[in-house]
Nanobody, 118 residues
């Protein structure tokens, strides 16, 4: 059974930092692309960052470029999203998607709440 679990969310002041983790089990993690999305109230789901399988390249939304860093540790079946210089607009539920286009499989976690507030 595949499980995807996000952790590391919380409340932080503007300018602060948080690190989210996305841990997956029950699959061959290294072959999956991992994408972080976020969903704010009354807004569409937004792609934040993606990292390719087998240590593939990373890409970011313009809104987080130079502030967020996505990385993966395939030995730990975990992807991280380091978020620095957080802004009020970063407040959202952050969701992790684990996807293999070759296998036609996609899994979601339950989400982690990030609240940026003074």
């Amino acid at each position: 059974q595949v499980q995807v679990v996000e952790s590391g969310g919380g409340l932080v002041q503007p300018g602060g930092s948080l690190r989210l983790s996305c841990a997956a089990s029950g699959l061959t993690f290294r072959i999956y692309d991992i994408t972080w999305y976020r969903q704010a109230p009354d807004k569409e789901r937004e792609l934040v960052a993606v990292i390719g399988s087998h240590g593939g390249s990373a890409n970011y939304a313009d809104s987080v470029k130079d502030r967020f860093t996505i990385s993966r540790d395939d030995d730990k079946n975990t992807v991280y999203l380091q978020m620095n210089r957080l802004e009020l607009e970063d407040t959202a539920v952050y969701l992790c998607n684990v996807k293999s286009r070759a296998l036609g499989l996609s899994y979601w976690g339950q989400g982690a709440q990030v609240t940026v507030s003074s």
